[in-house]
T-cell receptor, first 114, second 112 residues
Framework: ETGVTQTPRHLVMGMTNKKSLKCEQH?????MYWYKQSAKKPLELMFV???????ENNSVPSRFSPECPNSSHLFLHLHTLQPEDSALYLC?????????????FGSGTRLTVV | DAKTTQPPSMDCAEGRAANLPCNHSTISGNEYVYWYRQIHSQGPQYIIH???NNETNEMASLIITEDRKSSTLILPHATLRDTAVYYCIVRPGGNQGGKLIFGQGTELSVKP
């Protein structure tokens, strides 16, 4: 247990479904991140939140919609996904944006789009 | 673009030292070298980082060459639980760099 909890661990969804991924941390961190890890590809940074404000969006399609209601919770809302969106979605947090030695990752949500 | 080059895979015998190389020939003066690892089905885990001096902690040692164009992560007594993908990342320290960019990493297999 790293202190960053992601739910669900596994998710199978159809292309017309709407689902949400949840990330929770009680480490007192102020920054939270979503990463995507596709098979045989490096981790890709999707979104960065600092003090509940989105500070970075790396050209992510609008079918992925992040939400950060408070500094402890981060959501990734999913709708009308494509099979190529199947991947491991990882959440991370850190005290401040940057400070890469302080990134704490969750175990991820394994998403399969059918 | 990842600024580092790592071998795609390596093997190591259990109990022996694992030496993982990383080339970063275009590293800038203000960029640090960070190492993370990712055990199968888990999120990445921070290991160690350094600027120009060698560093050691409870997990590993980091040796950076004098010209800073390459470095080696050393796991002094590898165990089966050290089997993972190891990522070498360069970026400015503190809040200057923003993103943590991962490359392909080295898949280390520790064998009995």
């Amino acid at each position: 247990e790293t202190g960053v909890t992601q739910t669900p661990r596994h998710l199978v969804m159809g292309m017309t479904n709407k689902k949400s991924l949840k990330c929770e941390q009680h480490l007192g961190h102020n920054a939270m991140y979503w990463y995507k890890q596709s098979a045989k590809k490096p981790l890709e940074l999707m979104f960065v939140y600092s003090l509940e404000e989105r500070v970075e969006n790396n050209s992510v399609p609008s079918r992925f919609s992040p939400e950060c209601p408070n500094s402890s919770h981060l959501f990734l809302h999913l709708h009308t996904l494509q099979p190529e969106d199947s991947a491991l979605y990882l959440c991370a947090s850190s005290q401040e944006p940057g400070q890469p030695e302080r990134y704490t990752f969750g175990s991820g949500t394994r998403l399969t789009v059918v | 673009d990842a600024k580092t080059t790592q071998p795609p895979s390596m093997d190591c015998a259990e109990g022996r030292a694992a030496n993982l190389p990383c080339n970063h020939s275009t590293i800038s003066g203000n960029e640090y070298v960070y190492w993370y690892r990712q055990i199968h089905s888990q999120g990445p885990q921070y290991i160690i980082h350094g600027l120009k001096n060698n560093e050691t902690n409870e997990m590993a040692s980091l040796i950076i060459t004098e010209d800073r164009k390459s470095s080696t992560l050393i796991l002094p007594h590898a165990t089966l639980r050290d089997t993972a993908v190891y990522y070498c990342i360069v970026r400015p320290g503190g809040n200057q760099g923003g993103k943590l960019i991962f490359g392909q990493g080295t898949e280390l297999s520790v064998k009995p």
